[in-house]
């Protein structure tokens, strides 16, 4: 048997073989031979089985001890120890921007002058 280093769906020799049963003649030794290169996977019930529960928010008490010991409290935050929050998989928070009022006071940092101002005023102070 040649040995994987990489391969770990190559490591476990022991593979079960499914027999998939119902079939037209062939059929079936078409499949034992194609489970020998690939073999069929878990079946959903297996799968749901090794899945872990977890707790429901809110149902266990605040003040239990922590749950993650080796991470710090600041992981999923972009300051501080561990992941930011793009590491930790977590969407950016859009902010609408006014393309308007940054033109504008991008116009103001090259010219400043007290009419461009009172525009910025203006705008920023108008009624929505």
């Known amino acids: 048997m040649v040995d994987y280093p990489n391969r770990s769906d190559l490591r476990n020799p022991a593979t079960k073989k499914v027999a998939f049963t119902g079939q037209t003649y062939g059929q079936a030794t078409q499949q034992a031979s194609s489970q020998q290169a690939v073999s069929p996977g878990s079946s959903p019930a297996d799968v749901q089985a090794q899945q872990v529960a977890r707790p429901v928010p809110g149902a266990q008490s605040l003040t239990r001890p922590t749950e993650r010991p080796g991470e710090p409290i600041t992981a999923g935050a972009d300051i501080g120890a561990g992941p930011n929050s793009l590491q930790a998989g977590l969407r950016p928070r859009v902010v ?16 400043p002058s007290d009419g461009l101002l009172e525009v910025i005023s203006g705008y920023m102070n108008r009624k929505m």
């Open 96 to 111: 609408p921007v006014d393309d308007t009022l940054e033109t504008l006071k991008s116009l103001y940092r090259m010219y």
